[in-house]
């Protein structure tokens, strides 16, 4: 949360902003963030800040894995890490360790 | 200030400043910690050092396991090891007694190493005669699955105490490793732990990585660890 506070209060004064509306985060399912968690200390974490009183927006990004066997796009965690298709294990991630700052409303 | 448009205005009815502007940023959250972990790596390159960061729970034998290998390769390979524990230096002093050079890290309030922490870590080691740094992380299985500390590999040590369903329900610190070492497998006659079961959920929740059934007590399937780190060593080095 710290280094989301930075980052965001660096970029808003280079871009002169005087306070920050709202920040818009994309965290995938497979990142180990838990957005209540992000939720619950952006209060804390933002006193002081350019960011006081601003809105957290969170986006969650699903885990998408692509099957290596008949390349087949399918959602890992709702298909318990196997390929619907041919029932197998043999995958690489495509989506789902983000955690990324997407974008900030300032003013 | 007002809250809504950010303007001097503190009355409560006012026309709002509509000078609202989206900047798009799309930065990782941990670019920071990922641009300092490549500079490790770089040093790790330079110097012809395997780093290896160990994570596991709490209590799955992450020092035990040192304990052992340090007492098998330090006569054929130049070790250091780096603990992170939240608070004491309780593993520090066992890394110490098998005479391997330890540094160890406080993380106070963090659950997890993170790449700035290794970095002021190595300053303790002569790096230039370093073949292998073991980096043991603090006993967690989901933090420590975001930060990158700059290390060639990442070994999750799975102890059979903890059951056979960890893999699916902590993934993410699976997806990002490249070896399993299944632990206190001298328990397996007096525990109900289903090994094949175990296996095929890490396989599942990550379909490349390699798995060791070990015991750091015993020694069993230890030469298999063993050979593994002395491979990697080779490998990095040529």
Known sequence: ????????????????????????????????????ALEFCFDVCTKGTLLQGAKLEIQQINSFGLCKICRKEFDLLENKFSCPICNKEDWEIISGKEIIIKGLEVV | MCDNCGCEETTLFHKHNEDKRLIELEEKVLNKNDRLAERNRGIFEAMGILAVNL??????????????????????????????????NRDAKRIEA???????????????????????????????????LFIENVGNLICPAAFDLGEDFRVVVLSITEGEDKPLKYPGVFLGSQLVLINKIDLLGVLEFDLDQ???????????????????????????????????IIKKLN
């Not at chain 1, 989301?4 to 509306?21: F, G, P, Q």
């Not at chain 2, 709490?58 to 603990?83: H, Q, R, W």
């Not at chain 2, 540094?103 to 659950?111: E, F, L, P, V, Y």
């Open chain 1, 1 to 36: 949360m710290q280094n989301i506070v930075e980052t965001v209060e660096y970029y808003s004064k280079k871009n002169n902003a005087k306070k920050v509306l709202t920040v818009i985060l994309e965290i995938g399912r497979l990142s180990g963030v838990v957005p209540t």
């Open chain 2, 198 to 232: 175990c296996l095929s959920y890490v396989n599942k929740v990550n379909p490349s990585v390699q798995s060791i059934c070990i015991s750091a007590k015993t020694g069993e399937g230890m030469d298999i660890w063993y050979d593994w780190v002395k491979q990697k």
């Open chain 2, 98 to 132: 098998t005479g391997v050079k330890v540094h160890q890290i406080n993380t106070m309030d963090a659950c997890h190493l993170d790449a700035h922490m290794i970095r002021y870590a190595l300053d303790v080691f002569q790096l230039d005669k370093l073949d292998l």
């Open chain 2, 55 to 88: 994570v596991s729970s709490p209590g799955a034998g992450k020092t035990t396991l040192l304990e052992t290998t340090l007492n098998k390769l330090k006569g054929e390979l130049n070790i250091g090891v780096i603990e992170g524990d939240q608070q004491t």
